[in-house]
Nanobody
Framework: QLQASGGGLVQAGGSLRLSCAAS????????MGWFRQAPGKEREFVAAITRSGDSTYYADSVKGRFTISRDNAKNTVYLQMNNLEPEDTAVYYC????????????????WGQGTQVTVSS
């Protein structure tokens, strides 16, 4: 199971750090991803990290502003979001895949409940 936290309301240009704590699974066997879904839009890929944490992947829209990381000792994955823009407003979901990472939301095995991020202009 995955539990996401850290969302909130922030002004444009601000920062937030999301966390996703895993339980009941062997965390270091899972590639982890962050996705987001804005009202009226499909859920989209944001970032992913390999099982060991040695490689990361980002959507073009967040590259250079967001950083995904993980701490396998704490069974937690993070998403540091800097220089936030109103277009980043969405519910953010963490997801785990017991295989190599993927950009596709259809290929993840477990999902967290989502945490709301709202960026005001």
């Amino acid at each position: 199971q995955l539990q996401a936290s850290g969302g909130g309301l922030v002004q444009a240009g601000g920062s937030l750090r999301l966390s996703c704590a895993a339980s009941g699974l062997t965390f270091n066997r899972y590639a982890m991803g962050w996705f987001r879904q804005a009202p009226g839009k499909e859920r989209e890929f944001v970032a992913a990290i390999t099982r060991s944490g040695d490689s990361t992947y980002y959507a073009d829209s967040v590259k250079g502003r967001f950083t995904i990381s993980r701490d396998n000792a704490k069974n937690t994955v993070y998403l540091q979001m800097n220089n936030l823009e109103p277009e980043d407003t969405a519910v953010y979901y963490c997801a785990g895949r017991r295989a190599a990472y993927s950009h596709s939301r259809y290929e993840y095995d477990y999902w967290g409940q989502g945490t709301q991020v709202t960026v005001s202009s």
